[in-house]
Structures are given as structure tokens and as C-alpha cells.
């Protein structure tokens, strides 16, 4: 089948649990339903994903997940007319339960079964037509309901911070990306430095718009390299010295819950911190995006991931890439769509259609954008 209208999308590479039903129109790609189940709260009991639990939770709801999103569109199994799914990256374990599932059902159901890199999905967030005027705020130019090509992909996530150069669809350029830790986890760890929960990407975004970004000095590390590699453990490190400077004495287990601010002598207000964690990891971000644009001479941005939802790179960006880069055009989705979700599974699925032998298809924990760089 070359042109399916009705996909059901499957994602299950980490602590979320989502099936989607998509509708490619002429309007651009439909949400009939898109249901997230999350383990996130399970997860922030202990300070991060434990790999076996969020397998444990995926297990739990995938059936569930699926009938509801079948229920929510009002379509049936018959009018689906492919299944797509994440195969990689992500847990093993978390990957396992939604490419096996996706295999049963393509199988009993005769439909193709379309793979989906997860990293790539991502950004086809921005190719999902939400049809709510809210969200077109989001669009920060009306030059163009959809991006065009070439553009910048910046995909800021827990597990990756990349910069790709696409050409068109399914055919893209690795610009660069994290040597250590992502974005995502930059908020995460320096978060429970401060004995604020997971995720940490939401909390320390909301303390910090009361906060002072300037009020602590952090690094920005590789912010002037030449290259488009990131690097964020050395700012987790200078939030560490920094949380041991200011801490009360006897309150020195880092794994400790909630720091009491309000005990410390020296008294620093939690939101400056977070304000000035915040600005230091956008300002690396943002630097090194519109230099990329700069370099390629592009008119057009996508953002994807769940650090695409922070406020504040959404301003800064489109603030430095309208002065940068005079022309370019930034795209962020709405936050629901930002994180993990299978609507945008299934969005790149349209755009990237092909389907294989389900039996042939594996779960990849080890995916990645480099290793595709050129698809036909
Ligand atoms: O894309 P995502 O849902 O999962 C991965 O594929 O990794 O991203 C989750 C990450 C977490 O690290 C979380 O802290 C971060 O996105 N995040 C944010 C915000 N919302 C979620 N980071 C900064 N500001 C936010 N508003
Ligand atoms: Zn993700």
C-alpha cells in the first residue's frame, strides 16, 4: 500500500505508554486520538526510570492504551491502514512490549507494520496539524503552516540533545550532538542535586520564572567550540560544588528529598538556582542552534522533545534566530506533543512510509540519527 490514511502508532521507549490513531488529510496529519499512559509517577519515587519498572508499567498498559485510543477515534480495527511503531532507541525492556505488541497485531490484522526511529519521530510533532488556535500561537511566524526544506532539526530530549540537517524527509545530516549528558538529564540530575523530583525539566522551568538567571555563576560548557557537539556533566558538576557550598552542614546525603531552602543561612532562593541552571542550559543550546542555521544559511527550525517545551528556549530562540539568522522561522509543537507520544510515531510513519516482514522487525535499544544519515 503506498498512501495509508489511517495509521495506529505505537510508543513505548521509556516511562510512557501511548497509541495514537493518526489521519494523514489534506490539511496535514490528524490526531483522532492520541493516549499517553505514564509511570512518570513511579518513577519520581525513585529519583529516575528504573528499567525493569517502567517494563513492568508498559506491560500493564499497552492493551488498555490501545483499545482506548481504537474507542476515543471511533475506528475500527478494519479501517486502520498500517501500524507504526517505535523500534529504537530507548529500554530494551520498554521497546520489547510495544514492537511485540505491534507485531501481533500486524499480523492478525494483515496490516503493514512501518518501524519508526523514535529520535526522528520526534520532530514530525511539528508536522501534526492541531487545528486549535491556541497551538497555532505556537507557529512563531505565519510565514509557513508546516516547515519546508531544508531545515534544522534541534531535538532536545532526557536521552538526546542532536542537531540535524534536514534535506527532505528521510533524508537528513548529523550535525552533532551530547558527548555526555542530554538536556533533559541536565535538568533531571542538577533537579535532584537540588532534592527537587523527577522530571526535573518541568519543576526547575516553573521556579525560575520568579528566579534571577544571573543570580549564580555556571558554566556553559562547549558553548564556543567550533563543532556542534554539547556537553552538560560540567555544569551538573558546578551545580554539585554549589549545592555543597550552600547546604546546612549536617544535611549532606545529596539523595536526600526536598532541600529546605528557607534553613540555609546563606539563604539563596531555590528559583534563582533554578533560573540560573535554566539560562545556562538554554543559552548553550541556544548558541549553538543559530550558529548551525547560520552556517547552513537556514530559513527554518524544528524543535522536538520534551526540553522543546521549556518556555524559556522558546523565547531565547527565537529572539537570538531572529537577529542571528534574519529570516528564520522557529517551529516549536505544543507541549503535549513534545513529549513522549505516538501521534508523532505515527506522523512520521506518513512521511517515511515503509513497511517490512513484522517478524523481520526488532527492537533497536541502540538506535540512533547518525547511522541513517541518507535514506532513499
Ligand atoms: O522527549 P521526552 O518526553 O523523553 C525522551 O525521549 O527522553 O523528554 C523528557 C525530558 C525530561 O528530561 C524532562 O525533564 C524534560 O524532557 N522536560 C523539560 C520540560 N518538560 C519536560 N525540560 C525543561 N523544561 C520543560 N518545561
Ligand atoms: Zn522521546
Known amino acids: 500500500m503506498k498512501d495509508p490514511k489511517i495509521i495506529l502508532a505505537i510508543e513505548s521507549s521509556c516511562d510512557e505508554t501511548s497509541a495514537a ?25 525513585y529519583g529516575g526510570v528504573v528499567p525493569e519498572q517502567a517494563a513492568r508499567a508498559q506491560l500493564e498498559s499497552v492493551i488498555p492504551v490501545i483499545k482506548e485510543a481504537l474507542k476515543e477515534a471511533q475506528i475500527s480495527q478494519e479501517q486502520i491502514d498500517a501500524i507504526a511503531v517505535t523500534q ?32 526522528l519521530g520526534h520532530f514530525y510533532a511539528n508536522w501534526i496539524n492541531t487545528g486549535r488556535s491556541e497551538d497555532q500561537k505556537i507557529r512563531r511566524s505565519e510565514r509557513s503552516e508546516v516547515p519546508e526544506f531544508p531545515c534544522l532539526g534541534l531535538l532536545v530530549s532526557g536521552g538526546h540533545t542532536d542537531l540535524v540537517l534536514f534535506e527532505n524527509h528521510g533524508k537528513y545530516k548529523y550535525l552533532g550532538g551530547t558527548r555526555d549528558d542530554a538536556a533533559g538529564e541536565a535538568f533531571d540530575k542538577t533537579a535532584r542535586l537540588l532534592g527537587l523530583p523527577y522530571p526535573g525539566g ?21 558553548i564556543d567550540s567550533k563543532d556542534f557537539d554539547f556537553s552538560f556533566s560540567g555544569l551538573k558538576t558546578a551545580v554539585y560544588n554549589l549545592v555543597q557550598k550552600i547546604r546546612i ?10 532541600l529546605r531552602f528557607s534553613d540555609i543561612p546563606i539563604s539563596p532562593k531555590l528559583s534563582d538556582l533554578c533560573a540560573s541552571i535554566e539560562e545556562a542550559i538554554v543559552d548553550v543550546i541556544v548558541k549553538k542552534t543559530v550558529a548551525a542555521a547560520q552556517k547552513y544559511n537556514i530559513e527554518q527550525i524544528i524543535v522536538a522533545g520534551g526540553v522543546a517545551a521549556n518556555q524559556r528556549l522558546s523565547e531565547k530562540l527565537t529572539k537570538s534566530a531572529k537577529i542571528g539568522v534574519a529570516r528564520a522561522q522557529i517551529f516549536i509543537p505544543p507541549p503535549k506533543l513534545c513529549t513522549d507520544n505516538a501521534a508523532y510515531i505515527g506522523a512520521a510513519a506518513f512521511f517515511n512510509y515503509r513497511s517490512e516482514d513484522p517478524l523481520k522487525i526488532q527492537a533497536n535499544p541502540n538506535l540512533s540519527l547518525d547511522n541513517h544519515t541518507l535514506q532513499p
Not at 490513531?21 to 493516549?35: A, D, H, M, R
Not at 552542614?249 to 526536598?258: A, F, K, T, V
Open 21 to 45: 490513531i493518526v489521519q494523514n488529510t489534506p490539511e496535514g496529519v490528524k490526531i483522532l486520538s492520541n493516549i499517553v499512559a505514564s509511570s512518570a509517577d513511579l518513577q519520581a519515587k
Open 88 to 119: 529504537g532507541p530507548g529500554l530494551i525492556g520498554s521497546l520489547l512490549i510495544g514492537v511485540e505488541t505491534a507485531k501481533v497485531l500486524s499480523l492478525v490484522w494483515q496490516k503493514p507494520l512501518v518501524p519508526v526511529n523514535h529520535l
Open 249 to 258: 552542614p549536617e544535611d549532606q546525603n545529596i539523595r536526600n528529598p526536598i
Open 202 to 222: 518541568p519543576i526547575i522551568s516553573k521556579l525560575a520564572q520568579t528566579g534571577n538567571p544571573k543570580a549564580f555563576q555556571l558554566p556553559r560548557p562547549m
